[in-house]
């Protein structure tokens, strides 16, 4: 308690010094964001006692477009900065998700008046913890995680405690990865700061000389403020944001301090403990083509996850501060990304659950509104070609099966002779008429090429969708119920190969 209060004191004079203030802070922030047409009302989230435990911990959250269907991507700052920082992202990434973008604790505005624990591993865990309690919050299942720096190295931390939860995680110049080499010395400008940072705190050059550094920050501004085209005065808004956010309680930073062994390099790096990710969660990583990180990290995370998804991109001309830099660059490569997770041109985390939407299909290209239905009738698969395709009887004894599976559908490539064959008794049920909602379009598919898989002496199940109450029912040869999606996802799942045709 005593050591709360000498925080309050410490906190009012640093702010008459640095002539700061919440609310300068707060402004400073808006300010930012002024240009930014797609966000929503800003909001703070309280997710309970993790760092302070008198008073609890709240969250501060940007949101966009949160009312589309789409997978939401989830954007976390790195050190010394705050989630305004993405106001050259967010327009372009809300175009077709929801985006959120949250201050960390102890950084921007939310909470910072208590410390974190001073043993390294567990202030990393109450990191871990804010992001889960604050997902809870806000009712995510799961999302695409993108973290820049330092919040690479926390949203890593946290993809190995909640794996189920990252769809993707998407590393932009992430912080803290690479073992530091025994007797490694930095450059020789480099050194100063890189000493000076074993023994305080990082931003302490910008609180003790106040205002002094504000007219600094000024004149040497350490942002390319150039390429915040839609910002107008970017020079002085950049500027008055960075020192408002760095000049109030640094308890994020002095978290921060003890984490590092000097400013580029993590006591705990995450290569070694890389073994504690679950192979299924696909990472991509984001370099910029003049950074002072060090990009073979990037490549040993490659090598070490030789079983999983991992990819690498570099961005020309670009530096550390890559969203910002270059953010035209940084919104196409991520954009492109996510679709193409979407629409399953890259791996889906198999730990989320996650069911892919007709409408993610729709947009990727895998699904086209205007093919025509294609029938390819044999000795036992009778289908009319009326308005009720499998009105009639449905049966098969089936040799190699690719799905046994089928939505209001049927198999319609042209090897389905060679892949579908009757037998002298085989049994055929009778298929009951399920009514169709005329909203609800019926969605048929063909396989392309025939891998082998397991139940190949399982009976080919026709399935008809029940609007009615969104699901699905395997017909005739069990009453097991599915949901759209979990058959959707089946399908997929099952199939090397496949395309969806909607009418």
């Given at each position: ?40 009302p ?53 175009e ?43 009712g ?87 390429n ?17 956010a ?83 660059q ?27 939407h ?28 009326e ?22 559908g ?20 009778e ?8 909203s ?25 969708y ?6 699905t ?31």
């Amino acid at each position: 308690m005593l050591s709360k209060q000498i925080n309050y004191i410490l906190s009012f004079m640093r702010s008459v010094w640095c002539c700061t203030s919440e609310g300068a802070l707060r402004d400073a922030a808006r300010r930012m964001l002024e240009g930014v047409k797609s966000l929503e009302p800003e909001m703070y989230v309280n997710i309970g006692p993790v760092v302070d435990k008198e008073e609890g911990d709240r969250v501060f959250t940007l949101r966009a477009n949160v009312s589309s269907p789409r997978m939401p991507v989830v954007l976390v700052h790195g050190f010394g900065c705050g989630s305004s920082f993405w106001c050259n992202n967010i327009d372009a990434l809300a175009e077709d998700r929801p985006v959120y973008a949250m201050d960390l604790v102890g950084f921007g505005r939310s909470s910072r008046a208590a410390d974190f624990d001073e043993d390294p591993l567990k202030a990393e865990q109450q990191y871990v913890e804010t992001i889960e309690l604050w997902r809870q919050a806000m009712g995510l299942e799961r999302f695409y995680l993108c973290g820049h720096s330092f919040g690479g190295y926390l949203c890593t931390l946290y993809a190995m405690k909640y794996p189920n939860r990252v769809e993707h995680l998407v590393l932009a110049e992430p912080w803290g990865f690479p073992v530091r080499p025994p007797g490694y010395r930095p450059k020789l400008w480099v050194q100063p700061i890189d000493w000076g940072a074993d023994y305080t705190l990082a931003f302490s050059c910008i609180r003790y000389p106040g205002l002094f550094a504000y007219l600094y920050l000024l004149l040497f501004p350490p942002f390319m403020y150039k390429n915040f085209v839609n910002m107008k005065n970017a020079k002085l808004k950049l500027t008055s944001y960075f020192y408002h956010a760095n000049t109030q309680y640094p308890s994020g930073e002095r978290a921060f301090f003890n984490m590092m062994a000097g400013l580029a390099w993590a006591l705990n790096p995450i290569l070694p403990r890389l073994g504690g990710l679950r192979k299924e969660v696909p990472i991509t990583i984001i370099y910029g083509e003049d950074t002072w990180e060090w990009t073979s990290a990037g490549t040993e995370v490659k090598e070490l996850r030789s079983d999983s998804y991992v990819n690498i991109h570099t961005m020309k001309g670009a530096g550390h501060a890559l969203n910002s830099d270059d953010p035209h660059q940084f919104n196409s490569i991520l954009t492109k990304l996510l679709s193409n997770i979407d629409s399953a041109d890259i791996p889906r985390n198999p730990l989320t659950g996650s069911k892919p939407h007709v409408e993610e299909f729709k947009t990727s290209g895998l699904v086209s509104s205007n093919r025509e239905k294609r029938t390819k009738p044999n000795s036992c698969l009778k289908h009319s070609h009326e308005t009720n395709p499998i009105k009639e009887n449905s049966c098969t004894n089936s040799t190699h099966i690719i799905s046994s599976k089928i939505i209001n559908g049927y198999y319609t490539d042209n090897h389905t002779d060679e892949y579908f064959s009757s037998e002298e008794g085989s049994e055929c049920h009778e298929s009951s008429e399920i009514g169709m909602d005329s909203s609800i379009s019926e969605v048929y598919f063909d396989t392309l090429e025939y891998p082998e898989v397991e139940g190949a002496s399982e009976k080919l199940s026709v399935m008809r969708y029940m609007p009615t109450k969104n699901r699905t029912k395997l017909l005739n040869t069990s009453d097991e119920i599915m949901s759209q999606t979990e058959v959707l996802d089946s399908v997929l799942r099952q199939c090397e190969l496949l395309k969806l045709s909607v009418n």
